[in-house]
């Protein structure tokens, strides 16, 4: 190929992308939804669904690119979607730097092999992982004085409504709950300090919004009139990982954002219809974002104003509309916003959340001290706590905020990111005609879902870098077959103009993610021996010990060699395997397979790991380390020798 041929190709690719964005992009919403959804927009305001060129990278796109040997400047966190793990990135470069396995099975490091993972997953009475699926969207880490303090990372499971933790030392899960009562549990945001001790200044609450609505309990009863199910919102301890209580709601949840005093916490809500198909949830022209009182609801539980479901003893508060009618008492606020919100963010300095109208082409700015000055019943309507509702482009998902007072929205049928005022749009709310709201628009390749900012959802946001997490990427790399990579673009946002500085492709699917400066996180780099109760400290201690059909094998590591050149077993035996790396070399990590007992795991340095299997095959199994660790890598081997 010529540089003539291919830019001729290039050409043909730009003008499927036009067809591909006038064409896929509304399938399913133009014969029902958009015409509806959008009646109330000013057409002339609204640029049209195509983007008008081709995005460029900027002209210095280079002078983002990290060299060999440098370091980026930040981490970002990404959500795994559907593959449930979640992925850490360095940013600007875009590297991958490390998977984190959640909720999937993970053969590589032995997530959901080793006993110490299955402790973890929970295990069914087979001793298999209780599920092998996960589908993570969100990840938000722990705060202290409303920025991140580099403790936890929180994580939701949508499929199994499950909440899990990572420690950040070590980038590994070390916690999963089960939240009962709900399914589809969506949106999870950790509170960024204590609303009744403001002396406590960091995140003790994880928030969890379940999307879907159920009958309560679902235990077979009510199975099919929609408008008997109820969905609940969830307040679960960050330190003990228990659920302190949860919230019954009319209509749903989806994401959740929480005040930087404490006080609040918010979830934008597209079923306020409680309908059970597409068609009905969106039925309305508005829905709401709804917001928890937290010293309230904890006051009401305290008092014992709670009942339970089913048969479990969480304390469910009521914050439906009918039980909170006044509002000096009320749990709950139901701000009303159009139509179908997706997303609900606050900005760093606590003031307003912007909550994007999805089949609305707006954005909505809620104000924190209108909705404070509600529940003190000094605010006639929760929907004079709309400050500002700008119409800023088709299909608002997700905004991010630099420090400057500026939002960022990503449209996703426009394939866009706007950048907006809201300072701007609140005095063009007021009426002001000269106030300039949109500052900047541009493409993003294709369709973006999540959109965020560097350290934006802190009150160090630094306005830095926007990434728009996009859901198509059609033609931005090399066709790797019918599943795309997806992009993961790069904006930078510190000047007026947005740049796009470069494509990254992503494995599906990532949903959120964080940026953190690289400063705050400190990991270690190497184990400690004294945290593993089974380690194996010494290689003297190494051998067979047999109890009956029970037998363990204690073993260690240390390149190029395992402790035991063989053990012996007999065929039926229930075996434990514990296994302990001695080296203390940083990145020496081993791994041990043993072949055709499905075992594969790895050991990092001064890590113990442990794995039971049934010795069932008589015959000589080669267990050989797995992670490349020496010059006699693939000398590094033991004999497992299982007597008939
Ligand atoms: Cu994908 Cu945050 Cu689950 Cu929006 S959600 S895109
Ligand atoms: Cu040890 Cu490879
Ligand atoms: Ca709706």
Redesign the pocket.
């Known amino acids: 190929m010529t540089q003539d041929d291919i830019k001729k190709s290039d050409t043909q690719l730009d003008h499927g992308r036009r067809k591909f964005l006038n064409t896929t992009a509304l399938v399913g919403l133009s014969g029902v939804g958009l015409s509806v959804g959008l009646s109330g927009c000013n057409k002339e305001s609204v640029p049209s669904a195509a983007p008008t060129a081709k995005a460029e990278a900027s002209a210095e796109f280079g002078k983002y690119e990290v060299p060999p040997g440098q370091l980026d400047e930040y981490y970002s966190f990404s959500s795994g979607g559907h593959s449930g793990e979640v992925r850490i990135y360095g940013l600007p470069s875009g590297r991958e730097l490390k998977r984190i396995p959640v909720f999937n099975m993970d053969a590589l490091v032995g997530w959901g092999i080793t006993n110490e993972s299955k402790a973890i997953l929970g295990t069914k009475p087979n001793g298999t992982p209780k599920y092998v699926t996960g589908d993570t969207?969100?990840v938000h880490q722990s705060y202290s004085d409303g920025t991140y303090d580099g403790k936890y990372m929180f994580v939701n499971d949508k499929i199994h409504s499950r909440l899990a933790r990572i420690r950040m030392d070590t980038m590994e899960c070390e916690k999963i709950i089960d939240i009962p009562n709900i399914q589809g549990f969506?949106?999870t945001f950790p509170d960024k300090r204590d609303p009744v001790d403001p002396s406590i200044n960091h995140t003790t609450r994880v928030f969890c919004g379940a999307e879907f609505s159920l009958p309560l309990p679902n235990d077979g009863h009510d199975l099919e009139d929609g408008s008997k199910y109820k969905s609940l919102f969830t307040c679960v301890d960050s330190n003990t990982m228990d659920v302190r209580w949860q919230v019954l709601i009319d209509g749903n949840c989806d994401?959740v954002a929480t005040s930087y005093d404490g006080k609040l916490a918010a979830t934008n809500q597209y079923n306020t219809e409680m309908g059970v198909h597409y068609e009905d949830m969106m039925a309305k022209e508005m829905d709401a974002c709804l917001f928890f009182n937290v010293a309230r609801i904890e006051e009401a539980v305290k008092a014992g104003k709670v009942r339970t479901i089913g048969s479990s003893k969480v304390p469910v508060v009521d914050g439906t509309k009918a039980a909170n009618q006044d509002p000096k008492t009320a749990l709950t606020c139901y701000v009303p916003i159009p139509k179908n919100p997706?997303?609900v963010n606050i900005s760093p300095d606590g003031k307003y959340y912007a909550c994007a109208g999805k089949l609305s082409p707006t954005a909505s700015v809620i104000e924190h001290a209108q909705v404070l000055k509600w529940f003190d019943g000094a605010l006639a309507n929760s929907r004079d706590a709309v400050v500002a509702e700008p119409e800023i482009g088709l299909g608002p998902?997700?905004t991010g905020f630099d420090n400057k007072g500026n939002a960022y929205t990503t449209l996703f049928l426009d394939s866009q990111i706007v950048k907006w005022n809201v300072e701007a749009a609140i005095k063009a709310f007021k009426g002001d005609k000269n106030a300039k709201v949109v500052l900047d628009r541009i493409d993003v390749h294709y369709q973006p879902?999540?959109g965020f900012t560097s350290m934006g959802e802190t009150r160090e946001s630094d306005g830095r870098y926007f990434v728009s997490d996009n859901k198509f990427s059609k033609d931005r790399f090399l066709p790797v077959g019918p599943l795309h990579a997806e992009t993961a673009q790069l904006i930078d946002i510190s000047g007026d103009k947005m740049k796009l500085v470069a494509d990254h492709s992503v494995y599906s699917e990532p949903?959120?993610s964080i940026i953190v400066r690289r400063d705050i996180i400190k990991t270690r780099q190497i184990y400690n021996l004294d945290d593993f109760p089974l380690a194996v400290k010494d290689p003297k201690e190494s051998g067979v010990f047999r109890n009956g059909k029970k037998v363990t094998v204690k073993l260690t590591s240390q390149a190029p060699a395992f402790s035991l050149r063989e053990f012996k077993l007999k065929k039926g035996d229930e075996v434990t395997l514990i296994l302990t790396n001695l080296d203390k070399v940083e990145d020496l990590t081993h791994g041990f397979a043993i072949p055709k007992h499905d075992i594969q795991f790895i050991v990092n340095p001064q890590e113990t790991k442990s794995v039971t299997f049934i010795a069932d095959k008589p015959g000589v199994y080669w267990c050989y380390c797995t992670n490349f660790c020496h010059a006699l890598h693939l000398e590094m081997r033991t004999r497992m020798i299982v007597e008939a």
């Open positions: 969207h969100h969506h949106g994401l997706h997303g998902l997700h879902g999540h949903h959120d």
